[in-house]
């Protein structure tokens, strides 16, 4: 099913973009305007997302050969060089070894002062918790989507540990839990819209990089690598997180639904973090062991956006305001 349109622009790119799907037309930005453009601002991002997009469900009223519409391509390919430069430059020092890259995300911080999850749990209110699965909507409606483009690129233990950990994730032939369904359904708990996309235009700029990061790793072949490195990043980190959040939402009286979606990734991830460093990461290694620093690069990029967006969210609510770029509309009365 389509998303219902293109988001409203944020700037010149963005405009491009969404002109350039509505009218069946060339955009008209740049590849110069691309790679001048500030790669972690709002118009930038989004522009990026909704060429994105075309790749996973694209929109009402758009051309599905758009998606790969040539003149789209080569503004796509500005914009993630753009925004691929800028990544290679903030983490030109960060670990280029899978054992230095994961060996902190392996035991629990003592002090987790910057830690949403732990925010939530400790002091979270309703409201909060409906900012955050709106904002992790653009990305859990879509879980493991786009890790799924790194299947073909795979051999042996790698490709079988990576299809187990995705059959999980896909809700192991029962469509009722799939992994998005069950975020779909926390969602519907909490007086939230499931539809896929329906957010985006409360999503601020470091909340579409983090997405925009997995869809930019997962289209390239050259990046399979860093692309196993974002999703072993993702489990390493998971289970700790869920089980905050699910005390959170048991706490706030979130609700049945919203209770299970993290309960699920709770065990689920645990168990997922052994295959995917075990049998993915190492039986890549073992068949391309050049690709050691690519799946470092992985992990530190996302470690970085997550980061970057968690300092986002919680600067807001320091200051008592929403962290959307719109309040929603029922929330308007709560946050001030």
């Known amino acids: 099913m389509s ?5 409203a622009p944020r700037g010149e790119l ?6 350039a799907l509505r009218t069946g037309r060339p955009p008209t930005a740049s590849a110069r305007a691309a790679l001048k453009a500030d790669p972690w ?3 930038l991002q989004l522009a990026l997302y909704l060429l994105y997009e075309l790749h996973y469900r694209g929109f009402e009223g758009v051309d599905d050969e758009r998606e790969w519409d040539p003149d789209l391509l080569r503004l796509r390919q500005a914009l993630e060089t753009r925004v691929l430069h800028a990544l290679r430059t903030e983490l030109r020092d960060a670990p280029r070894t899978v054992e230095d890259a994961f060996a902190p995300l392996l035991v629990e911080p003592v002090d987790l002062t910057g830690s949403l ?17 709106t904002l992790r909507s653009l ?14 690129r795979l051999s042996g233990r790698a490709k079988a540990g990576m299809v187990a950990v995705e059959y999980d994730e896909f809700g192991a032939g029962r469509a009722a839990d799939i992994h998005a369904r069950l975020f779909a359904d926390l969602m519907a708990d909490l007086g939230l819209d499931p539809a896929y996309g329906r957010y985006v235009e409360q999503a601020p700029a470091p909340l579409l990089a983090t997405v925009n ?3 930019h790793l997962g289209l390239h072949r050259a990046l399979r690598g860093a692309l196993v490195g974002h999703f072993a990043c993702l489990e390493v980190t998971s289970s700790p997180g869920s089980r905050r959040l699910a005390r959170a939402m048991r706490r706030c009286g979130a609700g049945t639904a919203a209770e299970r979606f993290y ?24 068949d391309e062991p050049g690709l050691e620093a690519d799946v470092a690069f992985g992990c530190a990029a996302t470690v970085l956006l997550e980061e970057r967006l968690a300092a986002h969210i919680g600067a807001a609510w320091d200051q008592g305001r929403s962290a959307l770029r ?3 509309p029922d929330a308007v009365a709560t946050v001030t």
Request: a negative charge; hydrophobic letters at 40%.
């Open 41 to 43: 601002g709002e118009d």
């Open 326 to 328: 719109t309040p929603l």
């Open 3 to 7: 998303v219902s349109g293109p988001a």
């Open 263 to 286: 309960d699920e990734h709770v065990e689920a991830d645990a168990v997922h973090e052994q295959v995917v460093r075990r049998e993915v990461i190492g039986g890549l290694l073992a």
């Open 139 to 152: 990305y859990h409606l879509k879980e493991a989507d786009p890790h799924a483009w790194v299947i073909p």
């Open 117 to 133: 999850s732990h925010r939530l749990e400790q002091e979270g209110e309703l409201w909060q918790l409906r900012e955050y699965a």
């Open 213 to 215: 990061l997995m869809s």
């Open 14 to 19: 963005s405009g491009a973009v969404v002109r």
